[in-house]
């Protein structure tokens, strides 16, 4: 994808921000020094900015409102990358939100040397991983306020080997957490008819389970985490089992969290335990707007890749209730996949998300690019 010699010269600033939000994570919505870092980095004053999320204004001529937006937090995750700029904290950026940050930082800084018909929107949103930011920054009212027509992301990508991916319809997956807990009763392992097993019906469950995963493809549901019992000579009296369920459709899911509440109702009559399943509210689709897509396509030409959809979720998913929204992939060369505690990217494959972001505000300006 060709690059304008205007961004390529925003190179070394795009580095220095990157690598400086690297040592520096912050999770959730902790994100206070980050978005102090944000609000140094770009000359113009941030509305709607509480310490730790905001977002920075340019007015056009045309009151129509193109919106970016990028995420603030790391991940609890302790870096064993060894180079100069690694985390100093027990958290790393190992999803690419410092390289989001800086692609969004160098795009504005773009559009402030190269005014725009029309008006944009920059959004800096905190608490991506750990649920709860895009809520917020909706519930701030910037819609509303600024008029927002077309959202704006770019997700750094270590399976695309610099290319930019994206599709229309649904690129990710709805998603939520799983958490049983079981109680049975204690009794000595040389008396075990004397108790009621918890781990064996667990392993029942996941038995269960396996089966399912090939009766409900291409849903996923996966359990990697269980914790039963308090010595090895007892009985286990109580259990958890955590996991994770994500669907391309909302029926699916529906149907397969109904299956798992009906399996352990009728698993607790025939072996007498006591269960209880949540599933957290989680983040819903990831639907990009046809159109939108359509412009990324063209602008990418022969380095667009049409993705299958992905098990990966997002709180992206809830901006599409306000306006029309394109999430695309910035391909990396990277070998560590994201939330790898060695992840890491070369900044000069970012540029391209760059260039995407300015060349999509400039298509969109063409009316017949997105309606057509």
Not at 183 to 201: F, L
Request: proline residues 3%; aromatic residues 10%; negative net charge.
């Amino acid at each position: 994808m060709k690059i304008r010699n205007e961004i390529k010269a925003l190179y070394d600033m795009l580095v220095r921000i990157r690598r400086d939000l690297h040592q520096m994570p912050e999770t959730g919505f902790d994100t206070f020094n980050t978005m102090a870092y944000v609000v140094n980095s770009i000359p113009i004053a941030a509305d709607a900015y509480d310490g730790f999320s905001g977002v920075f204004y340019l007015p056009g001529k045309n009151t129509a409102c193109i919106a970016f937006r990028c995420e603030l937090d790391g991940l609890p995750v302790k870096e064993e990358n060894l180079f100069s700029y690694a985390s100093e904290n027990k958290a790393m950026h190992a999803c690419g939100h410092d390289a989001h940050m800086a692609i969004m930082i160098c795009t504005l800084h773009y559009f402030i040397q190269h005014p725009f018909e029309y008006s944009l929107l920059f959004i800096f949103q905190p608490a991506e991983e750990s649920g709860g930011g895009a809520k917020h920054m909706i519930q701030k009212g910037i819609f509303e306020k600024y008029k927002v027509q077309y959202l704006i992301a770019a997700h750094v990508y270590p399976h695309l080997n610099d290319k930019i991916g994206c599709r229309s319809g649904v690129l990710m997956a709805r998603s939520s957490e799983i958490k049983i807990i079981v109680q049975g009763k204690s009794a000595h392992a040389a008396h075990p008819e004397k108790g009621i097993d918890v781990m064996r019906t667990l392993c029942l469950f996941l038995d269960w389970i396996a089966e399912l995963k090939i009766k409900s493809s291409p849903s996923l549901i996966h359990f990697g985490k269980m914790n039963c019992g308090e010595v090895c000579n007892a009985v286990a009296a109580n259990g958890i089992l955590e996991g994770t369920l994500r669907s391309f459709e909302d029926e699916s899911f529906d149907e397969l969290r109904c299956q798992m509440i009906d399996k352990l109702k009728e698993m607790d009559e025939k072996y007498h335990t006591l269960s209880k399943i949540c599933f957290s509210d989680g983040y819903e689709r990831v639907v990009n707007d046809e159109g939108l897509v359509r412009l990324v396509s063209q602008i990418a030409k022969k380095d667009y890749v049409t993705m299958e959809p992905l098990y990966l979720s997002e709180d992206f998913s809830f901006y599409r209730k306000k306006c029309s929204c394109c999430l695309y992939l910035c391909g990396l060369s990277s070998e560590e996949d994201l939330h790898s505690s060695r992840f890491d990217l070369k900044e000069e494959e970012c540029l391209k998300a760059v260039e995407m972001n300015v060349s999509l505000a400039e298509h969109i300006l063409l009316k017949d690019g997105i309606n057509s």
